[in-house]
């Protein structure tokens, strides 16, 4: 039988108008959008919320990727293994190019975990049911059990949200990555050396510089988990919006791009923290050496060049 | 040893970390310079109106263009 497509459309939208008019409103509505994540359940005081889940989700996924390449390592790597290798491999490579060789080795193991855990992290913002599986609000009344419609259709609880989509989680990072590049520059430079890099009281201009880095270290937590959560959380929004305008076809469009954005922000969530790292192992007295180094070698080669002319 | 890597590559990143950076070492301390004038604005001289909280701002715009100074000047040079 052969329907002319002038034919078939209004019959379409007539069907959809007749299933609206039955359900009385919209077959769904524009899921309710909250930056902060929703509790589940309660673990004696600590409150479980659907982004730790997602969190505890990709830790397992890390895990398990992980244990599972290396079980059976062979000399020559195959199928996992091997993608795991060239992985850690180019890691390894930018540690070392952007902090020099032995540290970049000692780098790459902390650089490297939140290089992965943030990358599945992101990446889990994508499975389907992330987001639109949940416990129904109570007052609803799901058809067959399980489907929320109509004026129903966006009050449940998420089960899961990207990790990153909460500022908790991107705090919790950042703090952590701070941290440690505090502690690795005590444990180089010595206390007094590093200290002295915020208190300096020897003369003015080195007293406001110091002021300043203490400033900045402010500016990097603010700026590490905010740039995180805003990308994620803003992608987030941009899939379940279009999930709700366009289904199907939609967000199909904008998964790539948050494949991308979600390697992206992991890339320079851990490169930051890579060249914060080899900032802080490097003191005012080695920074100042080696520009004047640099000029040096500049000047030494103005001067070779000068000789074979 | 130089902890200080000093090929192209490593001023390559730590350029393009900087990139990602810069905004917000103009906006932290913005942010936090109004807060402690609207902080002592509010404690300490009761009638200043918002004096204390232009001064903290500016203060603020101060150290970020310092900030973002400091750290182009702290770039390897290649």
Known sequence: MFWPISHLLPSLTGGATHILADAGGPLWLLPGIDVGPTTLFTIGPFPVTNTLINSWLSMIIVLVLFLGATRKMAIVPKGLQNFVEWGAGLLIDFCEEVAGKPWGRRFFPFVATIFFYLLFANWTEIIPGVDSLGTPMPGTHPVAGIFLLGNDSNKFYPWVRPASSDLNFTLAIALISVVVTQIYGFRTLGFRQHVGKYLNFRDPIGFIVGILEIVAEFARIISFSFRLFGNVFAGDVLLIVLGTLLPFIGPTVFYPLELFVGFIQAFVFSALTLVFLSLAITSHEDEHASAAHTEHSEVGELASADAVH | ?78
């Not at chain 2, 300490?44 to 310092?66: K, N, Q, R, W």
């Open chain 2, 1 to 78: 040893m130089s902890n200080n890597p000093s090929n192209d590559n490593a001023g390559f990143y730590r350029a393009l970390a900087l990139v990602g950076q810069v905004g917000f070492y103009i906006a932290v301390p913005m942010v936090l310079g109004a807060f402690l004038g609207r902080f002592l604005d509010n404690a300490l001289f009761h009638d200043t109106a918002s004096l204390a909280t232009i001064f903290g701002l500016l203060l603020g715009l101060a150290a970020g263009v310092a900030l973002v100074v400091r750290a182009i000047m702290r770039l390897p040079t290649s």
